[in-house]
T-cell receptor, first 116, second 111 residues
Framework: GAGVSQSPSNKVTEKGKDVELRCDPI?????LYWYRQSLGQGLEFLIY????????KSGLPSDRFSAERTGGSVSTLTIQRTQQEDSAVYLC??????????????FGPGTRLTVL | QKEVEQNSGPLSVPEGAIASLNCTYSDRGSQSFFWYRQYSGKSPELIMFIYSNGDKEDGRFTAQLNKASQYVSLLIRDSQPSDSATYLCAARNFGNEKLTFGTGTRLTIIP
């Protein structure tokens, strides 16, 4: 079946502009995660959605970042007033069951964001 | 101190040898541990997870966990050039779904 898809694959924007990044998880996966990976760095957790529960937003770096998940499926990560330090690859992942002790997160191909 | 630490490498290992990748964690609440492989320009893919002390083997891969010493390792036997990638260690606390990743170790298998 189809994996996690993300769009756009690349986004170049000017400092101060808003951007929206989209994630389409694997069908039936109830858990959805956003991470970002800066050059040469590991993955940094941003936000987690599980079913209809309130999202875990503990990783969002500032109030310029927000995310929503509509209908328990597609998610959009929005960055307002982008800054150069927001440049990174933004990765989305989904998993089938969020509450198991060990669950695999399936990653999408990522969106490479460049803020000029 | 980062919650999950890895030697960034690069780690070079001759083809056919055993590659040993190490990871330490600081949060004793961490219960599950994951090894992801990430090829350059690609997204991470899960290799193994472990949550019990001891060894867990899957093909050429063995994950080792020592909760008392707070370290996790991944051994790759009979290393192949296709194993050349960055290996990310991640930890997860019980009841918390997010993964905390290390910065990764870049592994190069020399033919």
């Amino acid at each position: 079946g189809a994996g996690v898809s993300q769009s756009p694959s690349n986004k170049v924007t000017e400092k101060g502009k808003d951007v929206e990044l989209r994630c389409d998880p694997i069908s039936g996966h109830t858990a959805l995660y956003w991470y970002r990976q800066s050059l040469g760095q590991g993955l940094e957790f941003l936000i987690y959605f599980q079913g209809n529960s309130a999202p875990d937003k503990s990783g969002l770096p500032s109030d310029r970042f927000s995310a929503e998940r509509t209908g328990g499926s597609v998610s959009t990560l929005t960055i307002q007033r982008t800054q150069q330090e927001d440049s990174a690859v933004y990765l989305c992942a989904s998993s089938p069951i969020g509450s198991r002790k060990a669950n695999e997160q399936f990653f999408g191909p990522g969106t490479r964001l460049t803020v000029l | 101190q980062k919650e999950v630490e890895q030697n960034s490498g690069p780690l070079s290992v001759p083809e056919g040898a055993i590659a040993s990748l190490n990871c330490t964690y600081s949060d004793r609440g961490s219960q599950s541990f994951f090894w992801y492989r990430q090829y350059s320009g690609k997204s991470p893919e899960l290799i193994m997870f472990i949550y019990s002390n001891g060894d867990k083997e899957d093909g050429r891969f063995t994950a080792q966990l020592n909760k008392a010493s707070q370290y996790v390792s991944l051994l790759i036997r009979d290393s192949q050039p296709s194993d050349s990638a960055t290996y990310l260690c991640a930890a997860r606390n019980f009841g918390n779904e997010k993964l905390t990743f290390g910065t990764g170790t870049r592994l190069t298998i020399i033919p």
